[in-house]
Each structure stands twice: as structure tokens, then as C-alpha cells.
């Protein structure tokens, strides 16, 4: 090897290393100092009550709960939509023209910015489906926005589903929905599971799209009550506690909190692959 050779490889590994350690620096710096100026913040009667006007207090609860709401009403509808199509493109369609643009229009949508879904949410989910700014328009919503990831996670899991497995059942007299009931999805429970986790980090996370549907409510309400009336969820919170009040304090305590969540969430998934992991390999 000669030694431009050896210059130019050691030139890169450095770059390599440099590029990784602002990445994780980066990263590191956010979280901490997110953390260190939002969980002096929270305290108990900030998580347990709702805001009063007239005493000025502020409490996220209502925010907490709605958050918690459109999370279980977005997961419920794309969840069997998701996995449904994943299914039939993979293991059911036999026109790959039709699959290519079914991906292909999968693919667009993942790329479209979040604002552009809160405009088509708030021009057809609230007003001509008549929803209004409710939760249920942000949890449809957020359901178009989803929908890519999961799919896209399940059919990346279905494919790695080796081949002889299914020819194996069908060789012992199984249907088809059987084979993949009983074998398919089995070995590939993993990477759904994993799409959806990895959904609710972007449920949460989410924003610009439910400025627009959901509204800036921070009334308390029972789970059916909610979803049909305005809500903010933790992250509109954080935008109007910070940008119309000015409660940079309330903000950076609900920015840890997601900051947390999300933390979590990605453990989670983490944890997932392992635990299947660990079983294929028993």
C-alpha cells in the first residue's frame, strides 16, 4: 500500500470518527440541557391539574390526557390499515405494477412535510367531514401520516420471512391466511411491533399537523368526550405555553417529558428486537 494510500484511508477513519463524535455530542448536548432546564420544572401540580384562568394557574394534565388519547385513537385505525396492506402487497398481489405504485405513493407520502397534512386535514377531516378541530381530525390525520412507517416496517419484517417456511406449510395442506397467520406474521411479530413503537414517537412528536385539527383546548375530558372535542396535546402545549405566553419554564418541563418519552420509546424498541432476537435463536 503505498503511502498516499495510507494517508488518504487515515484522512477518512478521522473524518469518520470526527462526523460520529458531533453526532453524539450533539445529541447529548440536547438532552441535557433540555433536561436541566425542564425537570426542575415539573412538579406534581403541574402533572395532576388542569389550567385555571382566573388564579393563573397552569397544569398539563388536560394535555397529558389528550396526548394519551390520540395516541390510542391514531394506533387503533392504522395499526390493522397498515399491516393489512403490508400483508396484501407482499403476500397477495400478483401485479407488481400495482405494487410498485402502491409503494411508490407510500414513499411520497412519507416525504410530504407535516404542515401540508394539518392543511388537508383541517380542509377535509374538519370541515367537510364536519369533524371541526377535534382530536378524532388530528388522530386521522396523524393516521395518513403514520401510515408509510408502518407499512413500510411490515413489509421490510415479512420479506425476511424465508421462503421454505411458507412452501413448508402449504406442503401440509395449510391455506393461505393460515401460512400467514400461523407462520409469517410469527416470525416477523418483531419488526411490527418495532414500526409500531416507532409510530408513537412520531404521534408524539407531532406538531404543525395538529395546530391545525385538533385546536389549542386544554379543557379535561373523558376519552369519547375528548376525541370529539378540541384538544392540545403535549407538544401544541409546549408551542403555546412558549410562544403565546411565554412560559419558557412550563415548556422546557413538557419538553423533558416528551424528551423522556421518546427516550423511552426508542429503549423500547430496542428492547423488542433483542427479546426476538434472543427467541430465533433458541
Known amino acids: ?20 463524535a458531533l453526532t453524539a455530542g450533539l445529541v447529548l448536548f440536547m438532552i441535557i440541557y433540555v433536561m436541566a432546564k ?16 382566573l388564579t393563573e394557574k397552569i397544569g398539563i394534565l388536560p394535555d397529558i390526557l389528550n396526548t394519551v388519547y390520540i395516541v390510542i385513537a391514531t394506533l387503533v385505525i392504522v395499526i390493522p390499515l397498515g399491516v393489512g396492506a403490508a ?24 416525504g410530504i412535510p407535516s404542515v401540508i397534512y394539518g392543511l388537508v386535514g383541517l380542509l377535509f377531516f374538519c370541515q367537510f367531514m364536519s369533524f371541526g378541530r377535534s382530536l378524532i381530525a388530528g388522530a386521522l390525520t396523524l393516521v395518513i401520516m403514520n401510515l408509510p412507517t408502518v ?8 420479506k425476511t420471512v424465508p421462503q421454505s417456511y411458507r412452501e413448508g406449510a402449504f406442503g401440509l395442506g395449510a391455506g393461505k ?23 408513537i414517537g412520531r404521534i408524539l412528536g407531532e406538531s404543525a399537523a395538529l395546530l391545525f385539527t385538533a385546536g389549542f383546548a386544554h379543557s379535561l375530558n373523558g376519552f369519547f368526550e375528548g376525541l370529539t372535542s ?11 405555553y412558549a410562544k403565546e405566553q411565554g412560559e419558557f419554564g412550563v415548556a422546557f418541563a413538557i419538553g423533558a417529558i416528551l424528551m423522556i418519552l421518546t427516550l423511552g420509546i426508542n429503549f423500547a424498541a430496542e428492547a423488542v428486537n433483542r427479546y426476538f432476537e434472543k427467541r430465533r435463536a433458541l
Not at 40 to 52: F, M, Q, R, V, Y
Not at 87 to 110: M, P
Not at 151 to 158: A, F, G, K, P, V
Not at 230 to 240: N, Q
Open 1 to 20: 500500500m503505498t503511502a498516499k494510500r495510507k494517508i488518504y484511508i487515515a484522512a477518512m477513519r478521522a473524518l469518520m470518527y470526527l462526523s460520529a
Open 38 to 53: 425542564g425537570i426542575p420544572n415539573i412538579t406534581w401540580e403541574l402533572l395532576s391539574s388542569e389550567p385555571s384562568y
Open 87 to 110: 400483508i396484501y402487497l407482499t403476500e397477495y398481489a400478483q401485479n407488481k405494477k400495482i405494487v410498485a405504485a402502491i409503494e411508490y405513493a407510500s414513499e411520497t407520502l412519507s
Open 151 to 158: 407499512m413500510r416496517t411490515t413489509q421490510e419484517s415479512l
Open 177 to 199: 391466511w393460515r401460512v400467514i397467520r400461523t407462520v409469517v406474521l410469527p416470525g416477523c411479530v418483531d419488526g411490527v411491533i418495532t414500526g409500531c413503537i416507532l409510530s
Open 230 to 240: 378540541s384538544g392540545s396535546t403535549l407538544t401544541v402545549a409546549l408551542y403555546f
